[in-house]
């Protein structure tokens, strides 16, 4: 298998697992009256500290770096940014439904990390 294949099916599957659980504990945050954007942040965190640990060891075979850590969370916060603009132009703006607005982020937000992931975060590592 190609290593774009691999990769690419291995960050679905983390991806999967770990957006269905944060989107449904999205869904009973908000539920439970948490405003949106805090409940999309607390989810970010979440997302970020975990997926990382399975996207780095699992996904491309590295090792759990500083350096990487740091690109990593970079890309989570231009992901946040970007996330978080489509939502106060969307839903509050254009006023779409949160729910609908976050659900397709994922997939928006899933395809950047992949690339930025492949590209920066772990490419240093892969040199060697």
């Known amino acids: 298998m190609s290593d774009w294949r691999l990769q690419g099916s291995r ?3 983390v991806g999967l697992a770990s957006n269905a659980v944060l989107f ?14 805090a409940a999309v942040t607390l989810i970010y965190v979440v997302n970020a500290l975990q997926t990382f640990v399975f996207n780095a060891l699992w996904t491309f075979k590295r090792r759990l770096q500083g350096v990487s850590l740091v690109k990593y969370l970079l890309a989570y916060a231009g992901c946040y940014l970007l996330n978080m603009s489509a939502l106060i132009l969307l839903v509050d703006r254009l006023g779409l ?3 609908a607005v976050q659900g ?20 240093a ?3 060697t």
């Open 104 to 123: 397709g982020m994922i997939a928006v937000i899933a395809a950047a990390m992949f690339l930025l992931q492949k590209f920066w975060v772990f490419r």
């Open 125 to 127: 590592a892969a040199a």
């Open 24 to 37: 449904l504990l999205y869904l009973l945050l908000t539920g439970l009256g948490l405003p949106y954007k």
């Open 11 to 13: 960050f679905v599957i």
């Open 97 to 99: 439904p949160h729910q």
